[in-house]
């Protein structure tokens, strides 16, 4: 049983910051995402991505960000329990609450934040009837351990920033490196494009445009795919097939939780600290909706700081926290650091 002060469902950027002030509080965090990483969309979908409304950083890429937040955590010593989705919740006598992942592992809290941006991931699929038939038997949707393509033979399909830079990365590790898209045109990153033609031009990688892959050959695993070109139709020798189309994102199990849903969207009573119709149970984030609600990261932030202050305050109802800022206070880790400003030096005159 994992026990902490505030469970943090979702580790996207909100649910991340979402640690820091709460460490301020000397309040301990742990996450739970069904991702195999932290950083949700940021790291997922679009970690090369611009990001031009974050306060400070008149451009900072997705990842970056990520990275940024990972480092400004660091000190509070987060636990994460990552690749496994939130199931079922149970209310105790005392208030406190235990949720537990589709894998079993439990967590037990005081205090539940959803941060879980626009609801956990589910990869988009394409219409392939046997699909089904051969996932995690050659086909998969997310790359969580390149060395899984170690010499085989790999064809990914997609025209977004995750189907170039997969296929740029695994040059280096598999076979073979066959990139189909339905277009000519691809959707990402400039410089992600110019290497995959550069690498192209070199022999390192097989780009098929426009098709797509329309059918799974095989046994007990995958051997070939079918592909469609124009009116041409041939099958490749694959080992691995790679459909990295996106992901869809669907509250999941949460919507049974007995929350208040409302147009996929998690209702708060109020804008004073984002809990739900369920005591100690908060939504912050993309997650949410309230009148007025904003879905932008930056509103995250400021959602998870209010969030953390009534986390305290239900946590320890016989305390007063008086705030302090942290250019005064500093900022003080769990592991022992200190970050504050220099002292102004007092000197006297003769």
Same mark, same amino acid.
């Given at each position: 049983?994992?026990?902490?002060?505030?469970?943090?469902?979702?580790?996207?950027?909100?649910?991340?910051?979402?640690?820091?002030?709460?460490?301020?509080?000397?309040?301990?965090?742990?996450?739970?995402?069904?991702?195999?990483?932290?950083?949700?969309?940021?790291?997922?979908?679009?970690?090369?991505?611009?990001?031009?409304?974050?306060?400070?950083?008149?451009?900072?890429?997705?990842?970056?960000?990520?990275?940024?937040?990972?480092?400004?955590?660091?000190?509070?010593?987060?636990?994460?329990?990552?690749?496994?989705?939130?199931?079922?919740?149970?209310?105790?006598?005392?208030?406190?609450?235990?949720?537990?992942?589709?894998?079993?592992?439990?967590?037990?809290?005081?205090?539940?934040?959803?941060?879980?941006?626009?609801?956990?991931?589910?990869?988009?699929?394409?219409?392939?009837?046997?699909?089904?038939?051969?996932?995690?038997?050659?086909?998969?949707?997310?790359?969580?351990?390149?060395?899984?393509? +170690?010499?085989?033979?790999?064809?990914?399909?997609?025209?977004?920033?995750?189907?170039?830079?997969?296929?740029?990365?695994?040059?280096?590790?598999?076979?073979?490196?066959?990139?189909?898209?339905?277009?000519?045109?691809?959707?990402?990153?400039?410089?992600?494009?110019?290497?995959?033609?550069?690498?192209?031009?070199?022999?390192?990688?097989?780009?098929?445009?426009?098709?797509?892959?329309?059918?799974?050959?095989?046994?007990?695993?995958?051997?070939?795919?079918?592909?469609?070109?124009?009116?041409?139709?041939?099958?490749?020798?694959?080992?691995?097939?790679?459909?990295?189309?996106?992901?869809?994102?669907?509250?999941?199990?949460?919507?049974?939780?007995?929350?208040?849903?409302?147009?996929?969207?998690?209702?708060?009573?109020?804008?004073?600290?984002?809990?739900?119709?369920?005591?100690?149970?908060?939504?912050?984030?993309?997650?949410?909706?309230?009148?007025?609600?904003?879905?932008?990261?930056?509103?995250?932030?400021?959602?998870?700081?209010?969030?953390?202050?009534?986390?305290?305050?239900?946590?320890?109802?016989?305390? +007063?926290?008086?705030?302090?800022?942290?250019?005064?206070?500093?900022?003080?880790?769990?592991?022992?650091?200190?970050?504050?400003?220099?002292?102004?030096?007092?000197?006297?005159?003769?």
């Amino acid at each position: 049983m994992i026990k902490t002060d505030i469970l943090i469902i979702g580790a996207g950027p909100t649910g991340l910051f979402a640690v820091f002030e709460a460490g301020l509080l000397k309040l301990k965090c742990h996450l739970i995402d069904a991702l195999p990483q932290p950083g949700g969309q940021c790291s997922e979908i679009y970690p090369k991505k611009p990001i031009y409304d974050i306060p400070g950083f008149p451009e900072v890429l997705a990842g970056e960000l990520v990275t940024n937040l990972m480092k400004q955590i660091e000190p509070f010593q987060p636990g994460f329990t990552l690749g496994e989705r939130a199931d079922t919740i149970e209310k105790l006598d005392d208030g406190s609450f235990i949720v537990t992942t589709e894998k079993g592992t439990k967590h037990h809290a005081p205090i539940v934040a959803i941060a879980g941006g626009l609801g956990s991931f589910e990869p988009r699929k394409p219409p392939i009837t046997n699909i089904s038939n051969f996932e995690d038997k050659g086909v998969e949707y997310i790359i969580r351990d390149p060395e899984l393509y +170690r010499n085989k033979n790999v064809i990914i399909s997609g025209g977004g920033d995750s189907a170039l830079d997969w296929s740029i990365f695994l040059t280096d590790v598999a076979k073979s490196v066959t990139l189909v898209h339905r277009r000519n045109e691809f959707r990402g990153a400039l410089d992600s494009v110019e290497k995959v033609q550069e690498l192209k031009n070199l022999g390192k990688i097989e780009l098929i445009t426009p098709a797509e892959v329309i059918g799974l050959v095989g046994n007990s695993n995958l051997e070939e795919v079918v592909i469609k070109q124009g009116a041409e139709v041939f099958n490749r020798e694959c080992d691995h097939f790679i459909p990295l189309f996106g992901l869809a994102p669907k509250l999941g199990p949460i919507a049974d939780w007995g929350l208040e849903i409302e147009k996929n969207a998690i209702k708060v009573d109020n804008t004073l600290d984002y809990q739900t119709n369920i005591p100690g149970i908060y939504a912050i984030g993309d997650v949410n909706t309230y009148p007025g609600k904003l879905k932008l990261i930056l509103c995250g932030f400021h959602e998870a700081t209010l969030m953390c202050q009534s986390a305290y305050q239900r946590i320890f109802p016989d305390k +007063r926290y008086v705030m302090k800022y942290t250019t005064v206070g500093g900022v003080e880790g769990f592991d022992g650091s200190k970050k504050e400003a220099p002292k102004a030096v007092i000197k006297s005159i003769d």
